[in-house]
């Protein structure tokens, strides 16, 4: 046989060989899908309820912002709603308030929703918190930038003696629940919005500090703290400003802006 004929059926049979491994190559890849969909089909679901749209704080439930979504029966935890353990919750759940933010698709659960009646901002409240409100202004309130949810440090601006200016940290990274906003019209036509009063999430002791602080200072004014520090500690205060603080009852005399005196208050007998 001539070598150009040896050649040209050496040629031919490399090509058969490669065409055959890629062929079983393909089939099997085929099989190992099919396989993986089989195994897929065959893992139970639950229908667990999750929200249907991003929902922010303070924004209500309802038929529009809730959906049931098939979920992985060995995915469970505890704390998803399912049509198992609460079948109506659609209709149980209609006007809730959500205390944290939502995303779609993400579960409902309880942690993140409050009660359906109409007292929005006492449902945002962890419980032992308190709600107070303080003026604020571009000048006070970092430019405008603070949004609910926000973390900020309150600083007190007060007269010291010779009328020397002191400024001090009262309360630090304590968190913003709502802003009241104002729409104020500009001289050339344009409007803008701007946050007249914050109301804060403070402890009760928090709540005298600043009630204190509102009679003393010159101004108060809210310094935006970064998102980095929402773990840090939000329950510290300026304790020279509570009355009381050894437990014995006391009368704290403000005079110009300054605390003169503290004097034990008597107790009626």
């Not at 040629?11 to 062929?23: E, H, K, P, R």
């Not at 309802?62 to 029966?73: F, T, V, Y």
């Not at 970092?142 to 020397?164: C, H, Q, S, T, Y």
């Not at 520090?229 to 603080?245: C, K, N, V, W």
């Amino acid at each position: 046989m001539k070598p150009a004929r040896i050649i040209i059926l050496a040629v031919a049979v490399v090509a058969a060989g490669t065409a055959g491994f890629l062929a079983m190559r393909l089939a099997g890849g085929r099989n190992v899908v099919q396989q993986a969909e089989a195994v897929l089909k065959k893992e139970k679901t639950v229908d667990v309820l999750v929200a249907a749209a991003n929902l922010p704080v303070g924004s209500r439930l309802g038929d529009q912002s809730l959906r049931w979504s098939a979920w992985p029966e060995g995915g469970l935890v505890e704390g998803l709603i399912t049509t198992a353990n609460r079948p109506d919750a659609l209709t149980e759940l209609k006007g809730v308030v959500v205390r944290l933010p939502l995303f779609e698709g993400e579960p409902i659960r309880a942690e993140k929703i409050a009660d359906s009646s109409s007292r929005i901002l006492s449902s945002l409240l962890p419980a032992g918190k308190r709600a107070v409100a303080t003026e604020i202004s571009v000048a006070t309130g970092a430019g405008g930038f603070i949004l609910p949810n926000d973390r900020v440090d309150v600083i007190m601006v007060r007269k010291g003696e010779e009328d020397a200016l002191l400024t001090e940290t009262i309360l630090s990274n304590v968190r913003v629940l709502a802003i009241d906003q104002q729409i104020e019209e500009k001289d050339d036509g344009s409007k803008t919005v701007v946050g007249t009063t914050a109301t804060l999430e403070l402890t009760p002791d928090q709540t005298k500090v600043i009630t204190v602080a509102q009679q003393m200072a010159q101004r108060l004014s809210l310094a935006l703290r970064s998102v980095a520090d929402a773990q840090e500690a939000d329950t510290g205060a300026a304790d020279y400003l509570l009355s009381g603080d050894t437990g014995t009852p006391t009368i704290q005399i403000i005079k110009a802006g300054a605390i003169v005196t503290s004097q034990a208050a008597a107790v009626a007998q």
